[in-house]
């Protein structure tokens, strides 16, 4: 099966890129981010636009699973809340583009070729057959209107033009059609992890600490801090009803169940990161000034650099703290 193997070459390939992105000891999530759409969606992205509208959800799993690596954050992370902290728009929008480019290639090729022809074929037996599962054509009309686009005739959507120079490249400047579809599209993902986001039940906090509830990447992403900082946060921030793990650097992890009373002190209270970064009282005498004067919403914003290390390097000694005083 093809998805099989484009997913298969793109993990292998996630492999590959994690030594140059070490042995860089890069602090710029761009970088990353390029990274992966020049290696890991090149690769399982190849030709996808033909076989892969069924396949979306596999595909889209592994491009989550590269994110949940780099921000070090466990395997169970919702994937919506990754593709929220990163900015990136679920994988369902590149596919269907693809698809559209091939669409408009196959309608500006002269009557009489075999594409053409097959591509009549297809058009036919998706008007006269009511079971359409493998047609390409009933593929691509389904998964329009998954976002809202009823238009039952994929030839309007021709009005795209094929680059003279550039024959296998679609251009989407002139096919007002194409581009509005595509925005559609584009804004119907966003909408979707929007909304799971605020009825998750998994973190009751990401909703109000999600800069202006916009699709870009959260801010902290573009600092010039160390990776290894920006794993601490994402930890931080992308912690949940699970739990979460602070992985602090040099080989030490510390895994903290959100839904265990806190063994540090007599608040009886649950020990999740609102507990551990404001309330516990076995932490006063090195939690910073600034943290208790702050809202957690405030401090999960993680909004300047000042902020970001001193949270940081209080999470650090405040587990390190916990892990003695526990025995563990």
Same mark, same amino acid.
């Given at each position: 099966?093809?998805?099989?193997?484009?997913?298969?070459?793109?993990?292998?390939?996630?492999?590959?890129?994690?030594?140059?992105?070490?042995?860089?000891?890069?602090?710029?999530?761009?970088?990353?981010?390029?990274?992966?759409?020049?290696?890991?969606?090149?690769?399982?992205?190849?030709?996808?636009?033909?076989?892969?509208?069924?396949?979306?959800?596999?595909?889209?799993?592994?491009?989550?699973?590269?994110?949940?690596?780099?921000?070090?954050?466990?395997?169970?992370?919702?994937?919506?809340?990754?593709?929220?902290?990163?900015?990136?728009?679920?994988?369902?929008?590149?596919?269907?583009?693809?698809?559209?480019?091939?669409?408009?290639?196959?309608?500006?090729?002269?009557?009489?070729?075999?594409?053409?022809?097959?591509?009549?074929?297809?058009?036919?037996?998706?008007?006269?057959?009511?079971?359409?599962?493998?047609?390409?054509?009933?593929?691509?009309?389904?998964?329009?209107?998954?976002?809202?686009?009823?238009?039952?005739?994929?030839?309007?959507?021709?009005?795209?033009?094929?680059?003279?120079?550039?024959?296998?490249?679609?251009?989407?400047?002139?096919?007002?059609?194409?581009?509005?579809?595509?925005?559609?599209?584009?804004? =119907?993902?966003?909408?979707?992890?929007?909304?799971?986001?605020?009825?998750?039940?998994?973190?009751?906090?990401?909703?109000?600490? =999600?800069?202006?509830?916009?699709?870009?990447?959260?801010?902290?992403?573009?600092?010039?801090?160390?990776?290894?900082?920006?794993?601490?946060?994402?930890?931080?921030?992308?912690?949940?009803?699970?739990?979460?793990?602070? =992985?602090?650097?040099?080989?030490?992890?510390?895994?903290?169940?959100?839904?265990?009373?806190?063994?540090?002190?007599?608040?009886?209270?649950?020990?999740?990161?609102?507990?551990?970064?404001?309330?516990?009282?076995?932490?006063?005498?090195?939690?910073?000034?600034?943290?208790?004067?702050?809202?957690?919403?405030?401090?999960?914003?993680?909004?300047?650099?000042?902020?970001?290390?001193?949270?940081?390097?209080?999470?650090?000694?405040?587990?390190?703290?916990?892990?003695?005083?526990?025995?563990?």
């Amino acid at each position: 099966m093809a998805t099989e193997h484009f997913t298969s070459k793109a993990r292998i390939a996630i492999g590959s890129i994690w030594k140059p992105l070490i042995v860089t000891k890069t602090n710029n999530f761009e970088a990353a981010k390029t990274l992966f759409s020049a290696i890991i969606k090149s690769i399982m992205l190849y030709d996808v636009g033909i076989w892969g509208l069924q396949y979306t959800a596999e595909m889209e799993r592994v491009a989550v699973e590269f994110e949940k690596g780099f921000l070090n954050v466990p395997k169970y992370t919702p994937g919506y809340m990754i593709r929220l902290e990163t900015g990136r728009t679920h994988l369902d929008y590149d596919i269907i583009k693809k698809a559209l480019s091939f669409c408009g290639r196959l309608a500006n090729i002269r009557e009489g070729r075999l594409p053409r022809k097959c591509w009549e074929k297809m058009k036919l037996q998706d008007r006269t057959n009511a079971d359409n599962k493998k047609n390409w054509i009933s593929q691509l009309k389904n998964k329009l209107k998954e976002y809202g686009h009823i238009e039952d005739n994929v030839e309007n959507l021709k009005t795209a033009t094929v680059q003279q120079s550039r024959p296998s490249v679609l251009c989407f400047t002139g096919s007002t059609i194409i581009i509005q579809v595509l925005k559609k599209i584009q804004s =119907k993902l966003f909408e979707t992890d929007q909304n799971r986001m605020l009825n998750s039940t998994y973190n009751v906090i990401y909703k109000r600490i =999600k800069d202006n509830v916009t699709s870009l990447r959260a801010q902290y992403l573009n600092l010039n801090i160390p990776t290894t900082i920006k794993r601490i946060i994402a930890q931080i921030r992308l912690s949940g009803k699970l739990g979460w793990i602070a =992985k602090i650097g040099n080989g030490l992890s510390y895994k903290i169940d959100g839904n265990e009373i806190c063994q540090m002190c007599n608040r009886n209270e649950k020990e999740d990161i609102v507990h551990v970064l404001k309330k516990c009282p076995q932490y006063q005498q090195i939690r910073p000034v600034s943290l208790n004067d702050m809202e957690i919403t405030d401090i999960l914003r993680f909004n300047n650099e000042k902020l970001i290390w001193e949270t940081v390097n209080f999470i650090k000694t405040s587990l390190k703290v916990r892990a003695f005083c526990l025995g563990e």
